[in-house]
């Protein structure tokens, strides 16, 4: 029995198609990436077909504040501002992303807007992960797909968490909690608007 399994594994190992330079850069990119860092390699590689490799040159905005959010961004080179327009118009910088940093991944759960502009610092590469593509995935690949939203909403859900901690530096733990609250209730009546599909 143990050398049938030992020829069993040489020869998935012999016939096993090799991958190509680009596919094996990509899978590392993906396994530096926080939210799909942890997912199987079975599902990061599912997901590769569904990226889509963009450049843009420095100063050229990848989305601005308000548009429709369309998908997620992983940066693989450069670096992107995250700007909010202030009351005089003037843009503030929020932070500075640089590689396996992502922006734009609540618009891969629904038709959220943009709630700061995306520019580029320097030439930018990214992959962009759509939410049409997402859902053509689901559709295929029904437990890759499953794998990616879950793999999503623990991200956004520790990011809440973190939220509530840095609120409660600012005031007192109480009235983070009562913020969350309300935005949830907030939420409850704008989200069959934001996952209708359309």
Known sequence: MRIWHTLQRGYRALFRPREDAYTRELLHVLRHVPIFQHLPRRVLKTMLPYLHARTYRRHEVIYFEGDPGLGLYIITRGTVRLLMENENGQFEELARLSEYDTCGHLALL?????????????????????????????????????????????????????LIALLSNCTDRRQALIWLQEAGRRAEHRLPSLLSER
């Open 110 to 162: 629904g038709e959220f807007r943009r709630m700061e502009t995306a520019q580029a610092a320097t030439e930018v590469q990214v992959l962009g992960l759509f939410r049409p593509d997402l859902k053509l995935l689901l559709r295929r690949h029904p437990a890759v797909g499953a794998a990616i939203l879950q793999a999503v909403a623990r991200y956004v859900a520790a990011r809440q968490v973190e």
